[in-house]
Antibody, heavy 121, light 108 residues
Framework: QVQVVQSGAEVKRPGASVTVSCKAS????????IHWVRQAPGQGLEWMGW????????KYAQKFQGRVTMSRDTSISTAYMDLRGLRSDDTAVFYC??????????????WGQGTLVVVSS | SSDLAQDPAVSVALGQTVRITCQGD??????ASWYQQKPGQAPVLVIY???NRPSGIPDRFSGSRSGNTASLTITGTQAEDEADYYC???????????FGGGTKLTVL
């Protein structure tokens, strides 16, 4: 069955960087885009961007432009999200999700379990 | 990009029907999809497209669209349906995705 498994929780100092990984299994990794979503404590879901695992192309939300890099390693069916210049308000759970594109619409059909990133001095 | 507006909170009596709405201009072009999120858990897709349910989602969940408003309807609401519900869709540029602010559903 389709599974998306993320790396474990992280604690970082302000100004540091964090890398969250997202390992896919149960399907052909390069057939579906991976999107990343952030959820601050007690807040809603916030879209960060996507990566096309087949060609490596990316698209980022304007809010994260210049601070985020999404990449992938097709040999191990894993996507990565790097966030730089961490601030305390980056403390959040980060999710990756496999997204199906159907008739021009996007559906987030399989989500990782989430990775808590705490930014604290 | 465009915003998707949701009511912050909705309540429903056990066994009754509830409709959760999501409003935004982008919904005139793209279908919304709906996600259920329970505390401490990842979101789960419950409705996508015109009115499609992934495998394992009970048929009491249904979706619809009228103009710029998408709706998620739960018929015969169960206690386990108490959760946060989010809508999303592609934004007006088509390149990005936007989420609604979420609706907290309380089952009385």
């Amino acid at each position: 069955q389709v599974q998306v498994v993320q790396s474990g929780a992280e604690v970082k100092r302000p100004g540091a960087s964090v890398t969250v990984s997202c390992k896919a299994s149960g399907y052909t990794f390069t057939d579906y885009y991976i999107h990343w979503v952030r959820q601050a404590p007690g807040q809603g879901l916030e879209w960060m961007g996507w990566i096309n695992p087949h060609r490596g192309g990316t698209k980022y939300a304007q809010k994260f432009q210049g601070r985020v890099t999404m990449s992938r390693d097709t040999s191990i069916s894993t996507a990565y999200m790097d966030l730089r210049g961490l601030r305390s308000d980056d403390t959040a759970v980060f999710y990756c999700a496999r997204v199906i594109a159907l008739a021009g619409n996007y559906y987030f059909d399989s989500w990782g379990q989430g990775t808590l990133v705490v930014v604290s001095s | 990009s465009s915003d998707l507006a949701q009511d912050p909170a909705v309540s429903v009596a056990l066994g009754q029907t509830v409709r959760i709405t999501c409003q935004g201009d982008t919904l005139r072009v793209y279908y919304a999809s709906w996600y259920q999120q329970k505390p401490g858990q990842a979101p789960v897709l419950v409705i996508y497209g015109q009115n499609n349910r992934p495998s394992g989602i009970p048929d009491r969940f249904s979706g619809s669209r009228s103009g710029n408003t998408a709706s998620l309807t739960i018929t015969g609401t169960q206690a386990e349906d108490e959760a946060d519900y989010y809508c999303n869709s592609r934004d007006s540029s088509g390149d990005h995705v936007v989420f609604g602010g979420g609706t907290k559903l309380t089952v009385l």
